[in-house]
């Protein structure tokens, strides 16, 4: 089975260990993820088997959907209600309103300093390998970007905090715990994102997965590797074809005939089945072949 399956990652599993149970449920190897959930979010996970994992390298770069609760006035060394207390303060009035503004500045591209406890290697070791040793280490901000950002529940009060729920469409590489603690020192306090769901990776919604128990029951849906492409520009052409399964580049002036348009990459495709991947290469001024299946 070449297949993409889409699960609902219950809070508690990391990403990995879906991987091992889908590996175990279709017993096979060739499984991967498109994007790593943590083990206290939920929601999305893309699971490609066989040779859908061949996609991997592409869809990880796919935007990603999630809901998340932030509260105000606590931060933790780890960005969420499971670390340490850092700060702790008394948050005596916030509005809707200047939640709302305070969102805004957020939308666009953004610099953002990922999470001390993360997986981002520094110097071959992993971010998180040198909080658990308290060693100090240099982390430098990344290029990310907010496409949406709205908040989606009132702000209320809860003890001497704060908080209130926000929906966000990100690009690859942004860690909503960052942006949740953001948000917070922007607002004039502590912060740390209190729960996390993914409802969207890629073209596929939270409506479309199913739990690990209902995969493990044979109560599922699987999806073909081309319908997780469908964002994608895809070409159905008999020259196109030819060249894509003798390891030929496609000129730009080919596919704009086609199409009308050159994007930076296209989807070769003989009625319903992927054959191959290319993208434009300046340099050869052609498309070339990035991923073939035979």
Request: charged residues 30%; proline residues 2%.
């Amino acid at each position: 089975m070449d297949k993409i399956i889409v699960v609902n990652k219950s809070i508690g599993m990391t990403s990995h260990d879906v991987v091992n149970k889908i590996r175990r449920i279709f017993n096979t190897k060739k499984v991967g993820h498109t994007g790593t959930l943590d083990p206290d979010a939920s929601g999305v996970l893309v699971v490609c088997i066989n040779e859908a994992t061949k996609l991997v390298q592409f869809l990880e770069n796919d935007s990603k959907e999630y809901i998340a609760e932030i509260l105000i006035g606590r931060s933790t060394d780890t960005f969420d209600k499971t670390g340490n207390t850092t700060n702790d303060v008394t948050v005596n009035l916030l509005t809707n309103e200047e939640v709302d503004n305070c969102l805004k500045m957020f939308v666009g591209k953004i610099e953002q300093f990922p999470p001390i406890y993360s997986a981002i290697k520094v110097n071959g070791k992993k971010l998180y390998e040198y909080a658990r040793k308290n060693e100090i280490v240099e982390i430098k901000p990344r290029n990310v970007e907010i496409f949406e950002l709205s908040r989606i529940s009132n702000v209320i009060k809860e003890e001497n905090y704060y908080k209130f729920s926000i929906k966000t469409l990100v690009s690859k590489g942004t860690y909503i715990r960052s942006l949740c603690v953001d948000i917070a020192k922007k607002l004039g306090y502590p912060g740390l994102m209190n729960s996390l769901i993914r409802t969207k990776c890629g073209v596929w919604r939270i409506e479309k997965s199913n739990t690990l128990d209902e995969i493990s029951m044979g109560k599922f849906n699987c999806y073909s590797m081309l319908e997780t492409l469908k964002n994608y520009v895809l070409i159905d052409d008999d020259d196109c074809i030819y060249k894509a399964l003798h390891g030929m580049k496609i000129s730009p002036s080919k596919i704009k005939e086609i199409i009308g348009e050159t994007p930076e990459r296209i989807v070769i495709k003989k009625e319903d089945k992927l054959i191959a991947i290319y993208e434009l290469d300046k340099t050869i001024y052609g498309y070339k072949a990035v991923r073939v299946w035979n």
